[in-house]
């Protein structure tokens, strides 16, 4: 699976879109990104993928680039309770395996 | 509608005891996966299943063993305890490798080996 590079941690005030953006440079053509949350040490949860087109959900948007490279993940009204770790994750379909790296860190500060 | 049941929750064990990590899903999914987490780093896998009887090693499987005898259970054994097997562990679970399935997580277990 393609590697993913994000930022150490990240902070938005209460009410404001918090964007979180993730770098996927050597992704492949059926290759997907995901993302997931952790809050507080508690299981990682399923938010968002996409291939290429951008995605909407109750949760959040994933805006990815045109060459497929980066990606944006959107919570657009940011409140205390989205305060946790975002894991941005590529993989191909047939791969059974989802592998995480140390993600980003977001605060919302009230 | 449960999801993934891990059990216990929390263990404190001595170096060389033994127990079993017990998982369990109401989803009727075939992949299942067992994850640990240090303080502070991303979850690295351990051991994987796409079905009953079917197991795979993970990135990190030295000193554990796991079996799938059904499809709703996954165990996730430790047969002599080290103070590295200090972590928290999670249990997953996912239809199938379709890309279109995201992954259901359980609560998990921290266990500390002391």
């Known amino acids: 699976d393609a590697k993913t590079t994000q930022p150490t941690s990240m902070d938005c005030a209460e009410g404001r879109a918090a964007n979180l953006p993730c770098n996927h440079s050597?992704?492949?053509?059926?290759?997907?990104v995901y993302w997931y949350r952790q809050i507080h040490s508690q299981g990682p949860q399923y938010i968002i993928h996409?291939?290429?087109n951008n995605e909407t959900n109750e949760m959040a948007s994933l805006i990815i680039t045109e060459d497929r490279k980066s990606s944006t993940l959107i919570l657009p009204h940011a409140t205390l309770r989205d305060t946790a770790v975002y894991y941005c994750?590529?993989?191909?379909?047939?791969?059974?395996?989802?592998?995480f790296g140390t993600g980003t860190r977001l605060t919302i500060i009230p | 509608n449960a999801g993934v049941t891990q059990t216990p929750k929390f263990r404190i064990l001595k170096i060389g005891q033994s127990m079993t990590l017990q998982c369990t899903q109401d989803?009727?999914?075939?992949?299942m996966y067992w994850y640990r987490q240090d303080p502070g780093m991303g979850l690295k896998l351990i051991y994987y299943?796409?079905?009953?009887?079917?197991?795979d090693k993970g990135e990190v499987p030295n000193g554990y063993n796991v079996s799938r005898s059904t499809t709703e259970d996954f165990p996730l054994r430790l047969e002599l305890a080290a103070p590295s097997q200090t972590s928290v562990y999670f249990c997953?679970?996912?239809?199938?490798?379709?890309?279109?399935?995201?992954?259901?997580f359980g609560s998990g277990t921290r266990l500390t080996v002391v």
């Open positions: 997953a679970s996912t239809h199938r490798t379709g890309i279109n399935y995201g992954y259901t």
């Open positions: 996409g291939l290429k």
């Open positions: 994750i590529v993989r191909g379909g047939g791969n059974e395996k989802l592998t």
């Open positions: 299943s796409v079905g009953a009887g079917i197991t």
């Open positions: 989803m009727n999914h075939n992949y």
């Open positions: 050597t992704i492949s053509g059926n290759e997907y």
